[in-house]
Structure formats: structure tokens, C-alpha cells
């Protein structure tokens, strides 16, 4: 089992730039995948971005490549989304997710933070 817990949301002005942090607690941070997932009002939740447990592959949906940047420091357990040129669209509760899949599908995930909102104004 991995804990994890996500900070940095906030309310930004499109264009600016906010980097998220996913503390994870557990001795398995280093050998599993990480992800990053995103609900917006309404909308089901979706895949954003992944990174493997060795940070060796990384994968992001189109919406977010060359804005977004998934990272991982297995010193400090932790798991970063570095988040520039925000969008109005961008806007969402992020969650950050373990699995030991190398995979972008939800339901592969089985530990889930508790969600940091970030709202993007025009």
C-alpha cells in the first residue's frame, strides 16, 4: 500500500505556471508507476500524464505535452506535475495515483490521493 497526498493547487490567471507535489508514504514508491489524473466539473475523471517507476518512460495525453512535466524523486518520495501555460481548460481537481502497471488506464490504479484543485481564470 502506498499513502499519498497531493499539494500545490491554487487559483492561477491563464499562462501562469503552478507545480503540483504527490507525497507518498511506503516503502513501494520506488518500484511502482506514477500518474497523474484530473476531474473537471462535470466531466469523468481522465489520464493526464505517467511516469515509470525508474523515470524512464513518461507518457502525456496531447492536451498537456509541451506544457506539463511529470518528475519523480525517489529520495524523497515524492511525485511532481510542473504545470505551464495553464489554460481555463486545465481547470480540474488533480489527483495523483500508484499503479503497478505501466499504464494510462484508471482502473489499473490502486492508490489514489485525496485530490488538489486547480482553477485557471481567463
Known amino acids: 500500500q502506498v499513502q499519498l497526498v497531493e499539494s500545490g493547487g491554487g487559483l492561477v490567471q491563464a499562462g501562469d505556471s503552478l507545480r503540483l507535489s504527490c507525497a507518498a508514504s511506503?516503502?513501494?514508491?520506488?518500484?511502482?508507476?506514477m500518474g497523474w489524473f484530473r476531474q473537471a466539473p462535470g466531466k469523468d475523471r481522465e489520464f493526464v500524464a505517467l511516469i515509470s517507476w525508474n523515470g524512464a518512460y513518461i507518457y502525456y495525453t496531447d492536451s498537456v505535452k509541451g506544457r506539463f512535466t511529470i518528475s519523480r524523486d525517489t529520495a524523497k518520495n515524492t511525485l511532481y506535475l510542473q504545470m505551464n501555460s495553464l489554460k481555463p481548460e486545465d481547470t480540474a481537481v488533480y489527483y495523483c495515483?500508484?499503479?503497478?502497471?505501466?499504464?494510462?488506464?484508471?482502473?489499473?490504479?490502486?492508490?489514489w490521493g485525496q485530490g488538489t484543485q486547480v482553477t485557471v481564470s481567463s
Open positions: 495515483a500508484a499503479s503497478k502497471k505501466l499504464s494510462s488506464v484508471e482502473n489499473t490504479y490502486d492508490n
Open positions: 511506503g516503502r513501494t514508491f520506488s518500484s511502482i508507476t
